[in-house]
């Protein structure tokens, strides 16, 4: 079975443009996370999905960000207007639920805003 | 809150040094879970182990051992007879049931394993 697939892979971008980055999970898998890498901050949580549904969205930075999954096997995360400091690694990972499960992460896209 | 501490920001061993990583945790919830992740230079995060606060029994594959003790709130990685395929960037990972499977990471060991 195929991995956490993203795309793309990465993205330079001007500043004020709008940046979409994108997800297939893994076949199975009802829960959905963005998480964002960066030297300050670290990995941190942006937002996650369960069975498409946005559960908790309290690390989404500001309203620049919007995230959506509109069926079981695609979610885009939405920056506009991107900012330079919105330069980073971000993450999707899928798992299962119910229990706890490991997460899956993909590739990652690595997002410069210039 | 939770909070997952990593104080070894880079370590440099040799190769067939046997290294260990520490991770100490924070959390106020009496069942959690714990996680390794492995990041190479590749950039991708690579899931190595689970592990929940009911079960302290330490786990081995191959060379790779992880020591998980509550009563110092700490979950270490030891890998043993170190490789060059071993340097990453190692994350310890906490999360807690009713949490959503969402991931509170440290902040990452780089390991430098050199010939």
């Known amino acids: 079975d195929a991995g956490v697939i993203q795309s793309p892979r990465h993205e330079v971008t001007e500043m004020g443009q709008e940046v979409t980055l994108r997800c297939k999970p893994i076949?199975?898998?009802?829960?959905l996370f963005w998480y964002r890498q960066t030297m300050m901050r670290g990995l941190e949580l942006l937002i996650y999905?369960?069975?498409?549904?946005?559960?908790?969205d309290s690390g989404m930075p500001e309203d620049r960000f919007s995230a959506k999954m509109p069926n079981a096997s695609f979610s885009t995360l939405k920056i506009q207007p991107s900012e330079p400091r919105d330069s980073a690694v971000y993450f999707c990972?899928?798992?299962?639920?119910?229990?706890?499960?490991?997460?899956?992460f993909g590739q990652g896209t690595r997002l410069t805003v210039v | 809150a939770q909070k997952v501490t990593q104080a070894q920001t880079e370590i440099s061993v040799v190769e067939k040094e046997d290294v260990t990583l520490d991770c100490v945790y924070e959390?106020?919830?009496?069942?959690?879970?714990l996680f390794w992740y492995k990041q190479p230079p590749s950039g991708e995060l690579v899931f190595l182990i689970r592990r929940n606060s009911f079960d302290e029994q330490n786990e081995i594959s191959g060379r790779y051992s992880w020591n998980f003790q509550k009563s110092t709130s700490s979950f270490n990685f030891t890998i043993t007879a170190s490789q060059v395929v071993d340097s990453a960037v190692y994350f310890c990972a906490l999360t807690f049931t009713g949490g959503g499977n969402k991931l509170t990471f440290g902040t990452g060991t780089q390991l430098k394993v050199e010939l």
């Open positions: 076949s199975g898998h009802n829960s």
């Open positions: 999905f369960n069975n498409n549904v946005p559960i908790d």
């Open positions: 959390t106020r919830d009496t069942t959690y879970y």
């Open positions: 990972a899928s798992s299962s639920s119910g229990t706890v499960y490991e997460a899956f």
